[in-house]
């Protein structure tokens, strides 16, 4: 897999593409869709399948100090795609020029000129350029005015209603782990490099491996039945914490998953954590027995629901 910048030249073995225009953060199913038809088109026509995501997000842009809303990094998607057949991956750095263009600027200037596509899939709905002014038709329209065809894919429903990053977000600020995971196709899963914390966890007995949110949206503060993904390829069943630990002061946002049976030292490791289950909400506990006696109860209730 390549990652490709828009503000550097495309390689020469990598224009001609198809490329899957969108966002694309979580690469729901929805999203799956369209880089599916993308890589469909590419394989069809012997050409590279390009999938383009934006950094910043556009919302970020507009709106600096809105709460965070990511549901993948970069890296994420990059292995997503990759994964989807894609070759590349196209990270459109979303600054004030690029804001500026209207839809058509930005099939001649970017589409066309900057990354010399041959192909563009996107979902019905998707719009793009100054005051939404590029929309499928436009694409259609203008793109065959440089040689770039066009291709829109419809929603994918669940439940009737379409699959989108929206329906996935509310889930989890709801707790609700099973719909995002439905919606997802996986789990949501936070990654970071584990760091120092206050070592409390391991003089109780239950050792935690903190790591920051970053970017990612907050789900609901509480306890999780949660599974780690380590560097080496293992797989661990654990509890978590994500809150910022009412029984501590000061109080510290953290995810804070203490893995059955492990005890070995990840500081500095960069782990996947997956969201299983919704157990309970954070609460505060008086002593250490209180806590240790909720944090034992959590553990006993999450390896059950993870057997399950």
């Given at each position: 897999?390549?990652?490709?910048?828009?503000?550097?030249?495309?390689?020469a073995?990598?224009?001609?593409?198809?490329?899957?225009?969108?966002?694309?953060?979580?690469?729901?199913?929805?999203?799956?869709?369209?880089?599916?038809?993308?890589?469909?088109?590419?394989?069809?026509?012997?050409?590279?399948?390009?999938?383009?995501?934006?950094?910043?997000?556009p919302?970020?842009?507009?709106?600096?100090?809105?709460?965070?809303?990511?549901?993948?990094?970069?890296?994420q998607?990059?292995?997503?795609?990759?994964?989807?057949?894609a070759?590349?991956?196209l990270?459109?750095?979303?600054?004030?020029?690029?804001?500026?263009?209207?839809?058509?600027?930005?099939?001649?200037?970017?589409?066309?000129?900057?990354f010399?596509v041959?192909?563009?899939?996107?979902?019905?709905?998707?719009?793009?350029?100054?005051?939404?002014?590029?929309t499928?038709?436009?694409?259609?329209e203008?793109?065959?005015?440089?040689?770039v065809?066009?291709?829109?894919?419809?929603?994918?429903?669940?439940?009737?209603?379409?699959?989108?990053?929206t329906r996935?977000?509310?889930?989890?600020?709801?707790?609700?782990?099973?719909?995002?995971?439905?919606?997802?196709?996986?789990?949501?899963?936070?990654q970071?490099?584990?760091?120092?914390?206050?070592?409390?966890?391991?003089?109780?007995?239950?050792?935690?491996?903190?790591?920051?949110?970053?970017?990612?949206?907050?789900?609901?503060?509480?306890?999780?039945a949660?599974?780690?993904?380590?560097?080496?390829?293992?797989?661990?069943?654990?509890?978590?914490?994500?809150?910022?630990?009412?029984?501590?002061?000061?109080?510290?946002?953290?995810?804070?998953?203490?893995?059955?049976?492990?005890?070995?030292?990840?500081?500095?490791?960069?782990?996947?954590?997956?969201?299983?289950?919704?157990?309970?909400?954070?609460?505060?506990?008086?002593?250490l027995?209180?806590?240790?006696a909720?944090?034992?109860?959590?553990?006993?209730?999450?390896?059950?629901?993870?057997?399950g």
């Amino acid at each position: 897999m390549v990652r490709l910048d828009s503000q550097l030249p495309v390689p020469a073995d990598l224009r001609g593409a198809i490329l899957a225009l969108g966002n694309f953060d979580g690469f729901h199913l929805g999203h799956q869709a369209v880089v599916g038809e993308a890589v469909r088109w590419a394989e069809a026509e012997g050409r590279p399948a390009i999938v383009a995501t934006f950094d910043p997000h556009p919302r970020r842009f507009f709106v600096p100090d809105a709460p965070w809303f990511r549901l993948t990094t970069l890296d994420q998607r990059e292995a997503l795609f990759a994964a989807a057949g894609a070759a590349a991956m196209l990270v459109i750095r979303f600054d004030a020029a690029v804001a500026a263009m209207t839809g058509p600027e930005w099939i001649a200037q970017m589409l066309h000129a900057r990354f010399g596509v041959a192909g563009v899939v996107t979902g019905e709905d998707f719009t793009f350029g100054r005051d939404r002014s590029g929309t499928t038709a436009v694409l259609a329209e203008s793109g065959a005015q440089y040689g770039v065809a066009a291709r829109a894919v419809g929603p994918v429903l669940d439940a009737g209603l379409p699959v989108s990053s929206t329906r996935i977000r509310a889930a989890l600020e709801a707790g609700d782990c099973a719909t995002a995971t439905r919606l997802l196709s996986r789990p949501f899963t936070v990654q970071g490099k584990v760091q120092h914390g206050d070592k409390l966890g391991r003089t109780i007995g239950f050792p935690t491996a903190n790591l920051p949110m970053g970017h990612y949206l907050r789900p609901r503060y509480g306890i999780y039945a949660v599974r780690g993904r380590l560097p080496d390829g293992r797989v661990l069943d654990g509890a978590a914490n994500l809150g910022v630990r009412p029984s501590f002061d000061p109080p510290k946002e953290l995810l804070e998953p203490h893995f059955f049976d492990f005890a070995e030292d990840l500081y500095g490791q960069d782990i996947a954590v997956e969201f299983h289950a919704f157990l309970r909400p954070e609460a505060k506990y008086d002593g250490l027995a209180a806590l240790t006696a909720a944090i034992a109860a959590d553990c006993a209730r999450a390896r059950a629901v993870l057997a399950g």
